[in-house]
């Protein structure tokens, strides 16, 4: 490893903890017995613009533990998890299981998933465009073609399932106007996040139209991917799914 690197590496290393930093990076520094003073600088820099990126990212979660609590956990995450790429769009790709490590959580069993909900939402948002799939590119095919099709789900599309009521959660938690009490009894919910078009949709579906689309994402087709999921839910009705969702930005064009 070149000199350079290793001073790189000794410097990032440092930035990620709250000691002094070692007197042998500060003698590659600039000396004019400022160096420390202009690292501590430098170094609280670093941690308070990636905290803010994910307070950006994660609002609804910061909402529900508060400003000191939620600084606190960005700060312990950028020491932990410091950034890799130029650009802090998708920054927090692992908060969610950070969070999920903190025991003095615990008492807020959802609060990883509603990370997980928050994250997906801004993965779809800057996610690629597509063209959505046209009725065209469809009606010659026979009923056993059809169902021997692949479909292309949307860039944006992904898949949460939660044990907690989290789209209610998120849904009350979007501004400071609300203050709507929302119990745990409530139970699970599964959600479709995907932007077809200029917005994020956040559907809240049925366990058969989870499925369905979890099984085409994992590439099966059309008549398989149906086999399988009235195996988990005898009531799902494909027909009625295609008659919303075919044409409506779910899936795209090759």
């Known amino acids: 490893m070149s000199l350079l690197a290793e001073l790189q590496r000794s410097f990032c290393d440092a930035l990620r903890t709250s000691d002094a930093p070692d007197s042998a990076l500060l003698s590659q520094l600039q000396d004019d017995d400022l160096a420390l003073q202009r690292f501590q600088v430098y170094r609280n820099n670093f941690i308070v613009l990636n905290g803010d990126a ?22 312990a995450y950028v020491r932990q998890h410091p950034p890799k790429d130029r650009t802090l769009l998708l920054y927090g790709d692992l908060f969610a299981d950070f969070l999920d490590s903190i025991p003095e959580l615990s008492g807020l069993p959802y609060l990883s998933d509603v990370a997980r909900l928050e994250f997906a939402w801004t993965a779809a948002y800057h996610a690629a465009d597509a063209l959505p799939l046209q009725p065209d590119q469809l009606q010659d095919l026979s009923e056993e073609a059809f169902a021997k099709l692949q479909l292309r789900a949307h860039p944006s599309l992904q898949l949460l399932a939660s044990d907690f009521p989290i789209y209610r959660i998120w849904s009350v938690n979007q501004s400071d106007d609300q203050d709507e009490l929302i119990s745990l009894d409530e139970g699970g919910c599964r959600l479709i996040v995907i932007r077809p078009d200029n917005e994020v949709q956040v559907r809240v579906v049925p366990v058969g139209e989870f499925e369905f689309v979890k099984r085409l994402l994992a590439s099966a087709t059309i008549g398989e991917a149906f086999e399988e999921t009235i195996q988990t839910d005898p009531e799902f009705d494909l027909g ?15």
């Open 54 to 75: 994910l307070a950006d990212m994660f609002p609804v979660v910061k909402r529900l533990v508060g400003e000191e609590a939620f600084r606190m956990l960005a700060t």
């Open 240 to 254: 009625r799914f295609f008659s919303r969702h075919l044409f409506d930005g779910t899936f795209c064009t090759a």
